[in-house]
């Protein structure tokens, strides 16, 4: 009975405009803190672009060429600074928009419901900044060294070409800095995104939405659906892809691991409460298998 009365809305139902206003606040303090973000990042856009050249750089000195970028119209240099800072005020402002997110959503929560959402919220920049951070400096050298594999060298100058012969083709990187831009933030957003995947199949596990006899069963559909996320998301070059496949599928099978740690736990609560017997959760496990 006590845990019934611990367990419950912190406040009281409020009327719609009151909820209307609240929300329009948290979405007023949110914006206003991506857009602080945006401001404080334009204002050091160069030194983030440097940054992230880092990947590229570092194979082109490796081959022995100078890493330089060009703007091929003049605009492009401005909508480099405002990418970089839109990038990165959301990356700096994130933590004001989750607080946000969290007060505005916790009072409509019971408490258990609380204690169940917040570590996901916590854990959901983590993963990102852990995806981000792979994809940044492992994903995106190979990348690069893979496509600048196909540039191709003539002679030097000093070389004598005979009369009426054809100069030696010299096909070498040239690379637009927005172009570059572009392929390094989908790269980043790609595999942070994708490490969201333990995040929310264990939410949806906590809900009652997935199990884990289903993610098993499951497990030949996931594959086709990785593949083709891997197609969609990355270049078409296949050391991506296949780095790709392999991360989201690993993240998948730890999936099924935590999932299976969130249904041992609501088993064991249901057992103590008098809810759940061990011939239910047999029979429970034996449909789930079936399907």
């Keep these: 009975m006590s845990n019934a009365q611990d367990d419950k809305i912190d406040d009281t139902s409020a009327p719609l405009i009151e909820h209307l206003a609240e929300l329009r606040n948290r979405l007023i303090k949110s914006a206003l803190a991506f857009v602080v973000g945006m401001v404080l990042c334009f204002s050091v856009a160069t030194p983030i672009f ?3 050249t880092a990947p590229l750089c570092s194979v082109l000195a490796e081959r022995g ?11 492009e240099g401005f909508f480099v600074a405002i990418k970089v800072s839109f990038l990165g005020g959301f990356m700096l402002a994130f933590p004001v928009i989750a607080t946000q997110l969290w007060r505005f959503v916790a009072p409509g929560l019971y408490r258990s419901e609380q204690g169940a959402f917040l570590p996901f919220l916590i854990s959901s920049p983590i993963m990102f900044l852990l995806g981000a951070s792979f994809a940044f400096y492992v ?41 570059y831009l572009n392929l390094t933030i989908r790269f980043i957003v790609a595999f942070g995104m994708c490490f969201q995947l333990p995040v ?26 990785i593949l083709t996320l891997a197609a969609l998301v990355t270049p078409p070059d296949v050391i991506t892809q296949i780095i790709l496949f392999a991360v989201v599928y690993g993240l998948y099978e730890v999936s099924i691991w935590l999932v299976a740690r969130v249904e041992r736990a609501r088993n064991e609560r249901l057992r103590r409460e008098g809810l759940l017997d061990d011939e239910d959760e047999d029979d429970t496990g034996e449909e789930a298998d079936k399907a």
Excluded: H
């Design 65 to 75: 060429q100078d890493c330089d970028l060009i703007f091929i119209s003049p605009q």
């Design 139 to 179: 994903v995106t050298p190979l990348a690069y060294d893979f496509f600048l594999g196909f540039q191709q060298f003539g002679t030097g100058g000093e070389a004598v070409v005979e009369e009426g012969a054809a100069a030696p083709l010299s096909v070498v990187f040239q690379g637009s800095a927005q172009e």
């Design 200 to 225: 929310l199949l264990t939410l949806m596990g906590k809900a009652g939405l997935v199990s884990e006899a289903g993610l098993k069963a499951g497990r030949k559909w996931a594959v086709v659906g």
């Design 50 to 52: 440097n940054f992230l």
